[in-house]
T-cell receptor, first 113, second 113 residues
Framework: AQSVTQLGSHVSVSEGALVLLRCNYS??????LFWYVQYPNQGLQLLLK??????LVKGINGFEAEFKKSETSFHLTKPSAHMSDAAEYFC???????????FGTGTKLQVIP | NAGVMQNPRHLVRRRGQEARLRCSPM?????VYWYRQLPEEGLKFMVY????????ESGMPKERFSAEFPKEGPSILRIQQVVRGDSAAYFC???????????FGPGTRLTVL
C-alpha cells in the first residue's frame, strides 16, 4: 500500500520568491513519483516525474523535484515564482508496474504581486 | 495527437436520474482510469480498464456505479439513480501501458440537484 502527504493545503509566496511545496510518501516498493498541476476548472497536467535514475528531476515551467529515499520525500521547487504559477499542485505515487496512482490532497499556491 | 477527450464537460442531473460520462483516450492508449475529485479534496481512484476488461475496480462504490471500455468507442462511467453526494468532478486518464504515466482529460463536472 502507498500513501502521500502534502504538507500545507495553502502556500503563499511573493512573485519572484522561491516556491517550495512539500510531499512525503510511503510505499512498500520503489515508487514512481509525480507532480501534477491543476488550473481552475481544468484537468491535471504532468509537471515532472521520477521513475529511476537521477534523483533530481527537472520539469516544465522551471519546476524541479528531488527524490530523497532516506527522507521519503519528493518536494517540488521553483527558484522564482511567477503569477502564472498560481494553481493547485498534486503529488502522486505509484509502485512500478501497475498499481493505482495515489494522490495527495493538493496544495493551492497563491502568488502575491 | 489529440489529448484525452471527455464529454460532456458539465452535466446537471436531478436526484434519481442516470449520468453517463464519456472518455476517449489518446490515440494508441488502451489503458483507461477514472478518478473522482470532490470539492476541496484530491483525486480518488475509482476504476482501471483495458479494452473490454475491468482490471481494478477497488475504488468504485459497490452500488449504482459501473464502467466499461468496449472494443469500439469511448469508455463510459455510468452512475444510476444519482444522489447529491455524487456531485463532483470526474476525471479520466489514459496511458499506453500500465507502467507509463497517465494523461488526464479536462474532466466532467457533475452537479446533482
Amino acid at each position: 500500500a502507498q500513501s502521500v502527504t502534502q504538507l500545507g493545503s495553502h502556500v503563499s509566496v511573493s512573485e519572484g520568491a522561491l516556491v517550495l511545496l512539500r510531499c512525503n510518501y510511503s510505499s512498500s516498493v520503489p515508487p514512481y513519483l509525480f507532480w501534477y498541476v491543476q488550473y481552475p476548472n481544468q484537468g491535471l497536467q504532468l509537471l515532472l516525474k521520477y521513475t529511476t535514475g537521477a534523483t533530481l528531476v527537472k520539469g516544465i515551467n522551471g519546476f524541479e523535484a528531488e527524490f530523497k529515499k532516506s527522507e521519503t520525500s519528493f518536494h517540488l521547487t521553483k527558484p522564482s515564482a511567477h503569477m502564472s504559477d498560481a494553481a493547485e499542485y498534486f503529488c502522486a505515487v505509484k509502485p512500478g508496474g501497475y498499481q493505482k496512482v495515489t494522490f495527495g490532497t493538493g496544495t493551492k499556491l497563491q502568488v502575491i504581486p | 495527437n489529440a489529448g484525452v477527450m471527455q464529454n460532456p464537460r458539465h452535466l446537471v442531473r436531478r436526484r434519481g436520474q442516470e449520468a453517463r460520462l464519456r472518455c476517449s483516450p489518446m490515440k494508441g492508449h488502451s489503458h483507461v482510469y477514472w478518478y473522482r475529485q470532490l470539492p476541496e479534496e484530491g483525486l480518488k481512484f475509482m476504476v482501471y480498464l483495458q479494452k473490454e476488461n475491468i482490471i481494478d475496480e477497488s475504488g468504485m462504490p459497490k452500488e449504482r456505479f459501473s464502467a466499461e471500455f468496449p472494443k469500439e468507442g469511448p469508455s463510459i462511467l455510468r452512475i444510476q439513480q444519482v444522489v447529491r453526494g455524487d456531485s463532483a468532478a470526474y476525471f479520466c486518464a489514459s496511458s499506453p501501458s500500465a507502467d507509463n504515466e497517465q494523461f488526464f482529460g479536462p474532466g466532467t463536472r457533475l452537479t446533482v440537484l
